[in-house]
């Protein structure tokens, strides 16, 4: 048997949060989704928590467990449980509505603020706008995000400043800025190298670490700077030689 020390809280009835613990038959292969899972089918039907495609795709499972963010689906418990005990929490900087469930308007704002699609004045000729294999590898590693919000929860500029734009929208932005197709970089690089955007970031990498599709925000956001400066350096006129 594992314990479970499960977070919970419902602002409905709830003064503060509090941990409750419970004992799972946890066995050989079994991912952390499982024993939440079983919790709620045998033991404590109030128990709320997300899930959907079980296969580590669609990212609504993510949550806290034993010391950093992951996908429960994904986890198995043999590989995380410490002495016995396996404890989940839900993403941190979100609002819970109960338990492990949190409130992703806000992560999803952030989502939307910088225009995640294609923008193009221009129709594509022959009903195809391509681009060369060089091209289209530019874009390897910034398509895979699957917004299960492990990177923003784990992010410390996030915790503090709620009006951060977050590594999940900075690097949906590189995704378009590198894109031949866009013809929005300017107005995209503006956005994103404002007050609120990648010079808000410290580097820590925290994004990095806990992503679930070994993705890499903290170099997208390197990338993003770069632009940013070149972009600068060229409004100045600095980069003209002679």
């Known amino acids: ?35 939440l ?36 689906c994904q986890t198995q418990i043999a590989d995380v449980v410490r002495h016995g005990l396996v404890e989940v929490r839900p993403l941190a900087h979100l609002p819970v ?23 193009s004045t221009r129709p594509p000729s022959g009903g195809e706008n391509p681009q060369t294999p060089e091209q289209r590898q530019l874009l390897d590693g910034l398509i895979d995000c699957i917004l299960c919000g492990a ?12 009006k951060y734009l977050g590594p999940h929208a900075l690097m949906r932005a590189l995704r378009f800025i590198d894109d031949s197709r866009d013809e929005a970089t300017e107005e995209r690089l503006a956005q994103v190298a404002s007050e609120q955007g990648v010079f808000r970031c410290h580097t820590v990498f925290n994004c990095q670490t806990v992503c ?9 956001i390197v990338r993003i700077k770069r632009h940013a400066v070149s972009r600068a350096l060229r409004a100045s006129g600095k980069d003209r030689p002679g």
């Open 1 to 35: 048997m594992i314990r479970f020390r499960v977070f919970r809280f419902d602002p409905a009835c709830d003064k503060a949060p509090r941990f409750d613990t419970f004992e799972v038959p946890a066995e050989k292969g079994m991912p952390v989704l499982d024993g």
């Open 212 to 220: 679930p599709k070994d993705l890499d925000p903290a170099g997208a």
């Open 37 to 72: 899972a079983y919790i709620f089918e045998n033991v404590d039907h109030s128990l709320a928590y997300r899930s959907s495609c079980r296969t580590a795709l669609c990212g609504s499972c993510a949550m806290h467990i034993n010391g950093r963010y992951r996908l429960a």
């Open 97 to 119: 509505l109960r338990d492990l469930v949190v409130d992703m308007t806000g992560f999803m704002d952030q989502w939307r603020r910088i225009q995640p699609y294609l923008i």
């Open 151 to 162: 990177c923003y929860a784990a992010c410390p500029t996030a915790r503090d400043n709620p």
